[in-house]
Nanobody, 132 residues
């Protein structure tokens, strides 16, 4: 069982930056694949970025990004703090959405899916608004 709480959302001007955090309560955090998703009004849920659980070949996890955020967003995790981050730079109005973090238990190493239905645990979301 894992509980997730996002923070760090807010209002930012185009071109600005925000850092989202997602703190997890529960054990074995390092064995979970983690993802960031977003949903804008009237749009479908979109996978933004993911980072895999620790595995033999990559203790920090492997990352994946949607094309729309590649080279602008960076996902990272701190297993000692049970926290996953999403650093968002060069923000655009089309990045406006509610951002959710999600987790799925992957003790043997996951694939870092960007499909929302593959994740079991979800946070409540944090609003990001990019506007001048």
């Amino acid at each position: 069982q894992l509980q997730l709480v996002e923070s760090g959302g807010g209002l930012v001007q185009p071109g600005g930056s925000l850092r989202l955090s997602c703190a997890a309560s529960g054990s074995a955090f390092e064995l979970y694949d983690l993802g960031w998703f977003r949903q804008a009004p009237g749009k479908e849920h979109e996978g933004v970025s993911s980072i895999t659980s620790r595995d033999i070949t990559n203790k920090d996890g492997s990352t994946r990004y949607a094309d729309s955020v590649k080279d602008r967003f960076t996902i990272s995790r701190d297993n000692a703090k049970n926290t996953v981050y999403l650093q968002m730079n060069s923000l655009k109005p089309e990045d406006t959405a509610v951002y959710y973090c999600a987790a799925v238990f992957q003790p043997f190493g996951g694939v870092g899916s960007l499909r929302s239905y593959e994740y079991k645990y979800w946070g409540q979301g944090t609003q990001v608004t990019v506007s001048s």
